[in-house]
């Protein structure tokens, strides 16, 4: 796998993970660290959407070039 193919699939992850998780959600059981389990996940995936689309911009050859 290329690197940019790679970093299409780390962009696809990021941007459709919190929203094809929600209609699975049918409650707000069971609480996670005091939070509803909705507010869990979506704070759970901004943070991973951040980390994520830090690694793409790391692996992104074009930045690379920027940065020399």
């Known amino acids: 796998m290329t690197r ?3 970093c299409y699939l780390l962009s696809f992850i990021a941007y459709f993970g919190m929203p094809l998780g ?4 049918r409650s707000s059981e069971p609480y996670v660290l005091g939070l509803p389990f909705l507010l869990f996940w979506m704070v759970l995936w901004i943070l991973l959407g951040t980390g994520l689309m830090l690694i793409v911009h790391r692996l992104n050859p074009n930045a690379r ?4």
């Not at 929600?22 to 959600?25: A, D, K, N, V």
């Not at 070039?65 to 020399?68: A, D, R, V």
């Open 22 to 25: 929600i209609p699975f959600i």
């Open 4 to 6: 940019k193919r790679l």
């Open 65 to 68: 070039e920027e940065l020399e």
